[in-house]
């Protein structure tokens, strides 16, 4: 996420705003984080990408890179792969960020697409099945009540800017809010209506605070599994809904990556 600085807003959160590349190249290679297998392999088969058995990433990690050539572009599918003790997908923000920064060291993406399952808010409008693309990312669970400290907890950014792919595409467009539990507290709650968040998830807002460090343009596409403020329990609803809303995110993204593809990142 190329971002730079912007005025907060009448006292609210303090946020970065992005800004375009000088360079007007068409993008080359793009970087997929996507914290789950479940919702990467879709992508996968969809773009015929090979897992890389020699990794760039440090010996030891379980971070998987699946790469290939699709229309023109190099796309590369980060997976931060299994927990080595428990066996579960490395979900949250600190596997997230991780392989972020790791991925744009090793890789040199000219953009970063930040793809996933999230919690949705039937207050804002959101239904299961629906694809959001985050309009701006913050941090609802990381309290630091201290003047200025508190603005660097929430960590406000907005997305890169892309008018031209919403419009063409369709896409519904919400801010993102991300913690690093399943379930909301009250406090997270207060938190997330304070970001004013349309969906949840557990590394979107860590992924942009790395892009945002190293000067890389995100992007963040969002496929809703479950209703955090509905009538049934989050962890139920989406392992209920996991597998479906997945087909719906790749499609989402692929269509992402077609619109992408010969074009530089300010005609998106």
């Not at 990794?55 to 229309?71: A, D, E, I, L, Q």
């Not at 669970?141 to 890169?160: A, H, Q, S, T």
């Not at 519904?172 to 507290?185: C, E, I, R």
């Not at 496929?223 to 392992?239: H, N, R």
Request: proline share 5%; charged share 20%.
């Amino acid at each position: 996420m190329d971002l730079n600085h912007a005025e907060n807003e009448k006292g609210s959160n303090q946020e970065t705003v992005s800004a375009i590349p000088s360079s007007e190249n068409h993008i080359s290679t793009i970087v997929i984080i996507i914290a789950m297998q479940t919702e990467a392999l879709p992508l996968v088969d969809t773009f015929k990408l090979t897992e890389d058995l020699n990794s760039p990433f440090p010996k030891g990690t379980p971070w998987v890179r699946y790469h290939g050539s699709y229309k023109g572009l190099n796309v590369n599918i980060i997976w931060p792969g299994k927990d080595a003790t428990l066996g579960v997908d490395s979900v949250g923000t600190v596997s997230a960020s991780l392989v972020t920064y790791a991925a744009i060291q090793a890789l040199k993406p000219d953009l970063i697409i930040n793809a996933g399952t999230a919690g949705g808010f039937k207050a804002k409008g959101a239904c299961i099945g629906d694809v959001y693309a985050a309009s701006a990312v913050a941090f609802h669970d990381r309290r630091i009540p201290i003047p200025v400290f508190d603005l660097y907890g929430v960590g406000l950014r907005k997305g890169c800017s892309t008018p031209n792919l919403l419009k063409d595409l369709n896409l519904k467009v919400g801010k993102l809010s991300t913690g690093d539990s399943l379930d909301m507290t009250p406090m997270d709650e207060s938190s997330i209506i304070a970001n004013d968040a349309t969906v949840k998830d557990m590394e979107g807002a860590a992924v942009a605070y790395v892009a945002d460090l190293l000067k890389v343009p995100a992007i963040f596409i969002k496929a809703v599994t479950d209703i955090v403020d509905g009538d049934k329990p989050t962890s139920e609803e989406f392992l209920q809904n996991l597998t479906a809303v997945t087909v719906a995110l790749g499609q989402s993204v692929a269509q992402v990556v077609d619109y992408i593809s010969g074009k530089s990142i300010s005609e998106l």
